[in-house]
């Protein structure tokens, strides 16, 4: 069973403007409400609109690039690392891992790399198996990439609603401190919806931060998923 950390409920204070903190200290997501932000199969053709957005609110989030993506649209994982987001690793062309050979996965994990590499100068830390689909395989392969699995608390159903409201109603819905969201840069409705949705939940005392903020506390290993999918044991 996942140990759940009991939560202290506090007034959170308004979030302050960056400007007026010359020198901002690390967020510590044990101490305040973090919430991690991630998009999937990008870059997507959004994904400059949803860089400026994120800007402007001062939110970091974490993109899980598709290699292919990575190499065609190199000027976007350029701009995510430059403005202190996180990258991780989603696969180059989306197969399923569970359903791919040993030599597929690891060649589809190695492109990525090598994409984001060669577009921004980095290598991905976190995989994103597509569809969240992994096996003990799946992990010994991770593991040795040196990479945890990261998957998701819960989803923005952005793909399958493609409405600004429903989006932001789901992603309001699912939120709670340390939640990881999937969500999607290639949806439109996403991205345009996205000042209202970061308004709401900085309002609401959340800061947005990258997934390894969120999940600091977790030490996670080379090869580890989280949260553990349904039905796995620690
Ligand atoms: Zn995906």
Known sequence: MLAIAAVCVTIAPAP?????????????????KCIALTFDD????????????LKKYDAKAT???????AKSRPQYVKRMVAEGHELGNHSYRHPDFTK???????AEI???????????????KLLRPPYGM?????????????????????GSEDWASKNVEAIQK?????????????????VKQTVDGMPSLIKTLQHKGYH??????VIKEEKLEPGDAFPLPQGWEQ
């Not at 993109?63 to 993506?69: A, T, V």
């Not at 791919?100 to 690891?106: G, L, N, P, Q, V």
């Not at 947005?208 to 903020?213: E, F, N």
């Open 110 to 124: 190695q492109q990525t790399q090598d994409a984001v590499k060669k577009a921004a100068g980095v290598e991905p």
């Open 42 to 53: 990008g870059p997507g053709q959004y994904a400059g609109t949803l860089l400026d957005t």
């Open 100 to 106: 791919s050979s040993e030599a597929t996965i690891k």
């Open 63 to 69: 993109f899980f690039l598709e290699g292919q993506y």
């Open 208 to 213: 947005l931060v990258t997934v390894s903020d």
């Open 134 to 154: 992994t096996d003990v395989r799946v992990s010994e392969i991770a593991e040795q990439f040196g990479m945890p699995q990261i998957l998701w608390t819960a």
């Open 16 to 32: 302050a403007f960056a400007q007026t903190s010359p020198k901002k200290a690390p967020v510590d997501c044990s101490a305040v």
């Open 170 to 186: 789901q992603t309001l819905a699912v939120a709670k401190p340390n939640a990881i969201i999937l969500m999607h840069d290639w």
